[in-house]
């Protein structure tokens, strides 16, 4: 028997609309990339974003249409998510740290009809346009006064005029809204289609999840990217439950953001372990914590024990958070339940290095090779699969890869190995996917391998992650040199920087004469790893 009650979709212009009326005065904060600081409320954010509504229709935007961002943390950024989506696009976030090579496939995969991008990035967009979908509108997000030359539409001026009310349309709630492309094990990326019912679900499972970095009055940093899976969530989550934005712009450095969070009085700090290896830097230097600061959200790679220990003891609250692109993201998260606040610190740490509990709306289950469930005891570690009101069920337009995504009772596979405890405490224990992740971006090791494959002096190569202490994990890249002789580094170096970005190349490339293999006849890369953990990378 059917229920009765109202069948209103869930969509996001209703998030930033309740915002506007509720907590009008909350702010938005940010270090605009024309030098100064911005502020603006969520009242005044819902004004442009129907200005930039209009904006959009005027140029042509289509329901379902894919309109890109290549932009850093700031309001433009933010009035894109809200206005795209709002009146019936999808907003497609592009990650600029990508190489060429990648950003080209995903920009004519995604098929995208406008581009804003910020005033940093437009050399990159004017030496790939060529390469991009014909008839692609740029437009730089900016005024008149910081206007490139060429061929771009501008920021403001598509504002200027516009009437600041909007009339959103209503469309079903799992109408696409959002599109993020994800670094895949191999070959090209793979694009997360968040809908409007997930996105607003999401907003809703964070918000209750994280209750005390959003409450209304408290400010929050957010240093992971909105064009890095949503910036986990903050865009909507934040304006939701009240709590200000600061958005830091592209100065990520420990200076810049201890400045920015001791100025503007940041209370919760979310990003990944690189950036706050930073901080502590700064904070060290200065000896005190930035003013304020009381909470932080730590993800993206496994938090190492000794930086949340640094936080714990400057009287920061640490949530370590587990999640995927494909998850929109946040799965778990590491605040601990009242029975286990109390105890020592050392305990405390130790349960705070784990990566935390299920949020709502994501099941987790670990499972043996043979896709039978695994106890939940602490103990036995087996793959993760997960399935949810906020989780891909395909990735856009990949047949191929979604042969492979899900198991035959439609969880997704993350490609992490974990043991989940008694209490619900999840723990990575390793990695299945085969890539490597730095600064809380990936590299393929695939891909680096195949593309050294092709020398001639190479007869087999394997790359590996190895510790690192600034960006959690560098590439090495492990040769057999072939009967002909040992490659040239530099050679090996000149192949791969066609195809991949300066930082995603090896630290290191040392020469075998053999690699070891499995039962299967596949490199062992568990046997490596161990072999080459203590290997002291050039800079590290
Ligand atoms: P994000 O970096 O925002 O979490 P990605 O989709 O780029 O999203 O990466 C997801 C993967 O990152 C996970 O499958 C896992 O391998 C790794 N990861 C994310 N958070 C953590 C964490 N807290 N500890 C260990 N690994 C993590």
New binding site residues.
């Given amino acids: 028997m059917q229920g009765s009650m109202m069948m209103r979709p869930l969509k996001i212009a209703d998030i930033l609309s309740y915002a506007a009326e509720i907590h009008p005065l909350s702010e938005v904060v940010s270090v605009r990339t024309e030098g100064d600081i911005h502020r603006q409320t969520y009242a005044g954010t819902a004004r442009r974003v129907a200005k930039l509504a209009h904006g959009l229709v005027s140029q042509g935007m289509q329901t379902g249409d894919r309109v890109a961002t290549l932009a850093w943390n700031g309001y433009r950024h933010l009035e894109l998510y809200y206005a795209i989506s709002g009146a019936g696009g999808v907003c497609h976030t592009i990650n600029p740290r990508l190489s060429a090579e990648q950003m080209t496939y995903i920009v004519n995969h995604a098929n995208d009809t406008m581009l804003f991008v910020d005033t940093t990035f437009v050399p990159l967009v004017a030496a790939l346009r060529d390469q991009w979908p014909a008839g692609l509108k740029v437009v730089v997000m900016t005024d008149r006064d910081h206007m490139p030359e060429g061929d771009f539409l501008c920021y403001e001026e598509l504002l200027d005029g516009q009437s600041d009310s909007f009339d959103w349309p209503d469309f079903p709630e799992d109408t696409a809204a959002g599109l993020c492309y994800?670094?895949g094990t191999t070959g090209n990326p793979k694009g997360t289609l968040y809908t409007h019912r997930s996105t607003v679900l999401h907003a809703m499972m964070v918000g209750l999840s994280l209750p005390t970095a959003l409450q209304p009055g408290k400010r929050i940093l957010p240093v992971?990217p909105l064009f890095?899976?949503n910036a986990?969530g903050l865009p909507y989550a934040a304006p939701l439950t009240g709590a200000s934005l600061i958005f830091p712009g592209g100065a990520l450095d420990g200076e810049s953001l201890f400045r920015l969070m001791d100025n503007e009085k940041v209370y919760s700090a979310w990003g990944?372990p690189t950036v706050w290896l930073g901080l502590q830097g700064e904070i060290t230097k200065q000896g005190r914590m930035p003013e304020g600061l009381g909470d932080m959200v730590?993800?993206?790679?496994?938090?190492p024990a000794s930086m949340i220990q640094f936080f714990e003891e400057g009287d920061v609250n640490v949530c370590?958070?587990?999640?995927?692109?494909?998850?929109s993201?946040i799965g778990?998260q590491g605040n601990l339940p009242d029975h286990l606040n109390d105890k020592p610190m050392a305990e405390r740490i130790a349960i705070k290095s784990k990566?935390?509990r299920r949020v709502f709306g994501v099941d987790l289950k670990i499972v043996d090779e043979d896709g039978k469930r695994l106890p939940h005891d602490g103990e036995a570690a087996g793959e993760l699969y997960v399935r949810g009101n906020a989780i891909t069920s395909g990735y856009f337009e990949n047949e191929e890869a979604n042969k492979t995504a899900f198991d035959a009772d439609g969880w997704f596979g993350?490609?992490?190995v974990a043991t989940i405890d008694t209490h619900g405490f999840l723990t990575?224990t390793d990695?299945a996917?085969d890539?490597i992740?730095s600064g809380?971006?990936?590299i393929s090791s695939l891909d680096l391998e195949n593309t050294v494959m092709a020398h001639p002096k190479v007869a087999n190569c394997a790359v590996i992650a190895v510790p690192h202490p600034k960006w959690d994990e560098r590439p090495l890249m492990i040769v057999v040199p072939s009967p002909e002789g040992k490659p040239e580094v530099g050679d090996l170096m000149d192949m791969l920087k066609e195809h991949f970005a300066t930082w995603q190349l090896p630290d290191d490339v040392v020469f075998v004469e053999d690699l070891p293999m499995t039962a299967t006849g596949k490199v062992s890369k568990l046997t490596l790893r161990k072999q080459f953990g203590d290997h002291k990378l050039p800079d590290a």
């Fill in positions: 994800t670094s992971v890095h899976v986990w990944v730590v993800g993206g790679s496994a938090a370590h958070a587990w999640g995927m692109t494909e998850m993201p778990t990566q935390g993350t490609g992490d990575i990695r996917k890539l992740k809380g971006e990936w």
